[in-house]
């Protein structure tokens, strides 16, 4: 059974910053495509990151561009989300995801295989 447990979470005003943080337990990691999603009270879940296998191919959704970086850490089994210049907008719960076998970057939330609880993210204004 694999797992995602997230932490970075919490309350932030706005222009500041936060980390999450997604450790997988699967010592196969390195062959996992990750991805970060989030979801807003009354709206669907939608993209923000997503990674490939080796950190050589990322996406970004437009509304992020810019002000957030994905990265991983193979030897670490974890993948991040570096959140700067946060907005109110950017408030959600934050899930993690994870496809196995794959080494191009996946978009679409139906693809993927496994998911994180979510973290909150709350941004004040």
């Known amino acids: 059974q694999v797992q995602l447990v997230e932490s970075g979470g919490g309350l932030v005003q706005a222009g500041g910053s936060l980390r999450l943080s997604c450790t997988i337990s699967?010592?196969?990691?390195?062959?996992?495509?990750m991805g970060w999603f989030r979801q807003a009270p009354g709206k669907e879940r939608d993209i923000v990151a997503a990674?490939?296998?080796?950190?050589?191919?990322?996406y970004y959704a437009d509304a992020v561009k810019g002000r957030f970086t994905i990265a991983r850490d193979n030897a670490k089994d974890t993948v991040y989300l570096q959140m700067n210049s946060l907005k109110p907008e950017d408030t959600a719960v934050y899930y993690c995801?994870?496809?196995?076998?794959?080494?191009?970057?996946?978009?679409?939330?139906?693809?993927?295989?496994?998911w994180g609880q979510g973290t909150q993210v709350t941004v004040s204004s």
């Open positions: 699967r010592r196969t990691f390195s062959s996992y495509a």
């Open positions: 990674i490939n296998w080796n950190g050589a191919s990322t």
């Open positions: 995801a994870a496809r196995g076998s794959n080494l191009a970057v996946v978009i679409r939330a139906e693809y993927y295989e496994y």
